[in-house]
């Protein structure tokens, strides 16, 4: 009988210890494996309020669960364009450019060329001794102008 007992409270024990431990790693599954529109909603809040490391992060992973959606397209757009923010030119024009081998007939290219040869125009640091970069930025804004004259 006593037996019964002690039993009885280590199982009630056993089962409130897990059930609560379960329901704090709960959300994190559920986010992050929620509908690629609300992850990139969530992610874009986060660009929004400046907060340019978890806005990647999102993107990321939207990139990661989802790689056939138009959400993960946009994310590596915007991650392209987190790296440009943050003036880091080289990450940038490699991830467009990845971007514009990969989706050559997106319906936004132009942006993305447009983007591409901003950050090679903004990585110019002194346009007398980069002639490399000078070039590379005019031959990316004459591609641009070519490609969509309008």
């Not at 009630?12 to 210890?17: E, M, P, Q, R």
């Not at 929620?34 to 990139?63: G, H, R, V």
């Not at 790689?67 to 397209?73: Q, V, Y």
């Not at 040869?117 to 002194?126: G, K, T």
């Amino acid at each position: 009988m006593i037996l019964r007992y002690v039993f009885t409270i280590l199982a009630f024990t056993y089962l409130i210890n897990f059930s609560g431990h379960s329901s704090k790693e709960k959300p994190s599954i559920q986010s992050e494996f929620s509908p690629p529109e609300i992850q990139f909603t969530q992610a874009m809040l986060f660009f929004d309020n400046q907060q340019y490391e978890l806005a990647a992060d999102k993107f990321k992973n939207i990139e990661r669960i989802y790689p056939l959606s138009n959400e993960a397209i946009q994310s590596q757009i915007m991650q392209g364009f987190i790296n440009y923010i943050k003036l880091d030119y080289d990450t940038a024009i490699f991830q467009f450019n990845r971007i514009i081998k990969k989706y050559p007939s997106l319906k936004n290219i132009y942006y993305v060329y447009y983007m591409k040869a901003i950050s090679f125009y903004e990585s110019i640091s002194h346009e007398g001794l980069n002639g490399k970069f000078n070039d590379l930025a005019l031959e990316s804004l004459d591609q641009h102008l070519t490609r969509f004259p309008n």
